[in-house]
């Protein structure tokens, strides 16, 4: 009797269990601001959806990964995802995964493996394609004519190589627009202003630079600070682009002193349980899915600063 | 002073006459003086050929216009940005002079950052703020110079500490954000002016005038000397080496402060990732270039500023040449080593050498 309850008891549990999706989530650890964003991102999307998420904070160690990545598989959970900290070493425990039919999602850095088949997707943000959309919007506003001072990151940044190879893709089809000025501001707000203090001087006061295209929205803001302590106006003198979307950038972009950025979303838990979904309703999902963000202007900046302010 | 050595050697064959002596006595006094000029002389002379450089290669590089009431141009920018790293380098003086030194000053100017501005969007006054940022540099000083002191820690291991734990401790207080202010009162320290030149500079002055006086036209000076040439032998002579010890800390914490308080001011918010990051071994290397022994107890603060004023025109240099950013850092290697060399007198000695025989060659 006794034991009939007992078993009856559990196989409700397990009814239950069965009935909400259950994602392993292996993340890298919590070494910046925006990694953490970036977890407590998931975590809201998997309540708000009703998910069981079972999250695994890996300390900066793949090991630590690949351990969490089996005790999912041994739980049987509908789903993993994996943000991983290096590139190889991926290959045993993913076709573990397939072999259990758990579809497993690749976001934020990439892995390399032959075998495209053993992951469901890649859901990352494409460095290049944030280049592009910057140019373009830049090449837009000055109709193809204009000398940008250029702002890089740290020399020998994944970031910095990949934003500035796809603003300069962009660049080439115009031949009146011409970088004049290039500097590492390694990706601070201090350097970014000591360097730009530098190109002012070198380029009459300014008056030969038509736009600043830095990097990242820190070396952006300290940019701004360079050019207003020069006695020009950031934002109608010289246009400011960047990259990042960070709220202090949003601010500068209401006040009029900024004039357009690219957002870096840390929101990629959304499409990463999109993706398990589809898969497990049976439709198809795309190898590589891009969440580049969107370009931000000044037109919608204080309303977004007040949304991000509050976050 | 061969010369002197040579008539003390050739008199002692004969009798020494008293005259014969004094004028030794006076040549062996001098050869200090002759050699402290001979001091200045490579320092000077590797500036002026930085500056020479620039005007290479931007003609209006030494053209300084008078608007907004302050004075503008690249010169200007030189001294302004100098001004940390100068700060540093006269504490760092202090502190190499004594026979140790301090790696945690960079991380001292990011801890004084965050709790500046951390104080700031509160609503206490800004003197308050001020005193408050100056004592946590002092304390952060003494905290190293009684490591070192006291404690007999090795200096570079006492400082060490500091400079891993106090990026953290920064950290910590802005809550691994970058908290941003908005007053211009403390704003005035990185951005103000005052007859015409950047606060920042002025501060550097005053710092030296002050640090130059108390070593100078006190015995404190000879005092760090002393306890720099050899700790024990001093402190038989009546000196106690572990208080001057604690001073020249305190004093290369104070430094800290102010510069850390410059580089917030200048951005008008704190970052604690990157403050200062790096900025002990520029003061490290202004100190060198200004002619001072690691070893301790030869320094002098004029030189050290100069050294900070020679890495600021190579940084400004390389950003104004237009070269690609990878190579800044081995450009910067190279300079700083023409300038090291330049100063060795062994160098010199040898450079002369192949001329002459060079020289001969062609005969």
């Not at chain 1, 008056?207 to 950031?234: F, R, S, T, Y």
């Not at chain 1, 990259?243 to 957002?263: I, L, S, W």
């Not at chain 2, 060490?160 to 950290?171: I, N």
Request: proline fraction near 2%.
């Amino acid at each position: 009797m006794h034991i009939r309850i007992i078993i009856l008891s559990i196989s409700i549990l397990m009814i239950n269990k069965v009935a909400a999706t259950t994602i392993g989530f292996s993340q890298v650890g919590s070494e910046s601001g925006w990694r953490t964003s970036f977890s407590e991102s998931v975590k809201a999307q998997a309540q708000a959806r009703g998910i069981e998420l079972k999250f695994s904070d890996a300390q900066q160690k793949q090991e630590n990964q690949i351990k969490a990545v089996r005790s999912f598989i041994a739980q049987g959970v509908d789903g993993i995802i994996i943000a991983p900290v290096v590139e190889t070493g991926w290959k045993p425990v993913l076709r573990e995964a397939k072999r259990a039919r758990i579809p497993v999602v690749i976001v934020d850095r990439n892995i390399k493996v032959k075998q495209q088949s053993l992951f469901l997707t890649r859901i990352a943000s494409d460095f290049e394609e944030e280049g592009e959309k910057i140019a373009n919007w830049l090449m837009a506003q000055t109709k193809g004519e204009c000398a940008i001072a250029e702002l890089q990151g740290t020399v020998g940044a994944t970031a910095a190589i990949d934003r500035a190879k796809g603003f300069n893709r962009v660049l080439a089809k115009f031949p009146k627009s011409k970088i004049i000025r290039s500097q590492t501001g390694e990706f601070t707000r201090s350097k970014g202003k000591e360097v730009m203090e530098s190109f002012l001087k070198a380029e009459q006061g300014g008056k030969n630079i038509c736009a600043v295209w830095a990097h990242n929205d820190e070396m952006a803001l300290g940019a701004i600070q360079a050019i207003k302590e020069a006695g020009l106006k950031p934002g109608t003198d010289i246009l400011i682009v960047s990259v990042d979307g960070v709220p202090d950038y949003f601010k500068a972009m209401a006040e009029g002193e900024a004039n357009a950025t690219v957002e870096l979303s840390p929101h990629l838990g959304g499409p990463s349980f999109d993706a398990i979904e589809a898969h497990l309703a049976g439709k198809k999902v795309q190898k590589l899915i891009s969440t580049t963000g969107d370009l931000f202007t000044q037109d919608t900046a204080a309303a977004e600063y007040q949304k991000r302010r509050l976050q | 002073m061969k010369d002197s050595i040579q008539t003390v050697s050739a008199g002692a064959d004969h009798k020494l006459s008293e005259q014969d002596l004094a004028e030794a006595k006076a040549a062996r006094y001098q050869a200090g003086k002759s050699n402290s000029v001979g001091r200045y002389i490579w320092p000077v002379c590797a500036l002026a050929l930085l500056l020479a450089v620039n005007l290479l290669l931007d003609a209006s590089f030494f053209s300084i216009s008078y608007q907004d009431g302050r004075f503008y141009g690249s010169l200007i920018d030189i001294l302004n940005r100098s001004a940390p790293v100068a700060l540093l380098a006269i504490g760092m003086s202090l502190v190499i002079a004594t026979g140790g030194i301090d790696l945690s000053v960079g991380a001292v100017m990011a801890i004084v950052g965050a709790v500046c501005a951390n104080l700031l969007i509160t609503d206490i006054s800004v003197f308050a703020v001020i005193i408050i940022g100056l004592s946590t540099g002092i304390l952060a000083g003494v905290i190293n110079g009684a490591l070192v002191s006291y404690l007999s820690i090795q200096p570079i291991v006492a400082t060490l500490l500091l400079m891993v734990a106090g990026r953290g401790v920064a950290q910590l207080i802005n809550q691994g954000q970058i908290v941003t202010f908005q007053n211009d009162t403390f704003s005035a320290i990185g951005v103000g002016n005052w007859l015409g030149l950047p606060m920042p500079v002025w501060l550097v002055i005053a710092t030296l005038l002050f640090c130059q006086l108390l070593v100078r036209r006190t015995a404190l000076g000879l005092f760090i000397e002393a306890v720099g040439c050899n700790a024990s032998a001093s402190r038989y002579m009546g000196i106690n080496d572990r208080h001057v010890k604690l001073f020249a800390y305190a004093m290369a914490g104070l430094c800290a402060a102010m510069a850390g308080m410059i580089a917030t001011a200048d951005i008008q918010g704190s970052d604690a990732n990157n403050a200062g990051l790096w900025l002990e071994l520029d003061a490290i290397l202004a100190v060198v270039i200004g002619g001072a022994a690691l070893t301790g107890g030869r320094f002098s603060l004029a030189l050290s500023i100069i050294g900070a004023l020679i890495i600021q025109t190579l940084a400004t240099t390389i950003i104004v040449s237009g070269l690609p950013a990878k190579f800044n850092l081995l450009i910067k290697a190279i300079v700083i080593l023409v300038v090291l060399l330049l100063q060795s007198e062994k160098f010199r000695n040898q450079c002369k050498q192949l001329l002459r025989i060079s020289a001969r060659g062609d005969v």
